[in-house]
């Protein structure tokens, strides 16, 4: 297996443990313990995913998400954030910034591995159908992965362009938070529910003119989300 992590923590007992279990797995690994190194290691090398740390020296890993995040070169890279703080709040902010998924210590080694690969499955296996789907003044190329609206290239994560795609797809429908859970996330046993709330929060900022008032991806309250069928 060919595929490179990169672990970024400052508590040399996470880094050793993440390190252990992934590499049994038949990960390469790659680890550094604060923000500036792992900035420079990401700028220089390709990695497939990033498990990071929230609390790091220097860069803190939520504005190192949100530097990766924002950036042409790596806005790809999946990233897990790690983090001993579980509130709530912490966690739809880390995934408001961009990241795939949230682990929060302590944590199983079987739990890490199964987030990790269910992340790397999302990353890698965007169903292909036809090459170029438009709706809108949008247009989804299933060749590159590419977004585009009016020119312009809209920067998505996996797990948003999967999302955006099963929605566009099945224009009119209404799908409720469990059922999206099942169809983009499939048998991932810990993901939460309000993650739904965060991508299609995400993604509204990425395709609507004003997110507030959204007309691709609509609400039907006390139910679910749906696209419109009118586009």
């Known amino acids: 297996m060919n595929t490179k992590i990169l672990v970024v923590d ?78 709530e709040l912490d966690k739809v902010l880390g995934l408001e910034m961009g990241a795939d998924d949230y682990i929060t210590k302590p944590f199983s080694p079987r739990e890490l591995v199964a987030r990790v690969k269910a992340v790397l499955r999302r ?28 020119g312009e290239h809209l920067k998505l994560s996996a797990t948003e362009y999967k999302l955006l795609l099963y929605l566009v797809q099945r224009k009119g429908r209404v799908f409720s938070r469990s059922a999206l859970l099942d169809a983009v996330w499939k048998d991932e046993a810990f993901v939460e529910p309000r993650t739904v709330d965060v991508h299609i929060r995400r993604l509204r900022e990425r395709i609507e003119d004003d997110p507030s008032r959204p007309e691709y991806i609509k609400t039907r309250r006390g139910i679910g989300y749906y696209m419109e069928r009118g586009l």
């Open 10 to 87: 400052d508590e040399k007992d996470i880094l050793e443990l993440v390190s252990y279990n992934l590499q049994k797995e038949g990960f390469g690994i790659s680890v550094c313990t604060d923000g500036e190194d792992a900035l420079r290691r990401v700028k220089n090398n390709k990695y497939d995913l990033i498990v990071l740390d929230l609390m790091l020296p220097g860069i803190q890993g939520m504005e190192l998400c949100r530097i990766l995040k924002s950036a042409d070169d790596t806005s790809s890279v999946p990233i897990i954030m790690l983090t001993a703080k579980s509130d």
């Open 123 to 150: 990353t890698h296996e965007i169903p292909l159908q036809d090459k170029s789907v438009k709706i809108g003044d949008l247009e989804i190329n299933t060749d590159t992965y590419q977004v585009v609206k009016r």
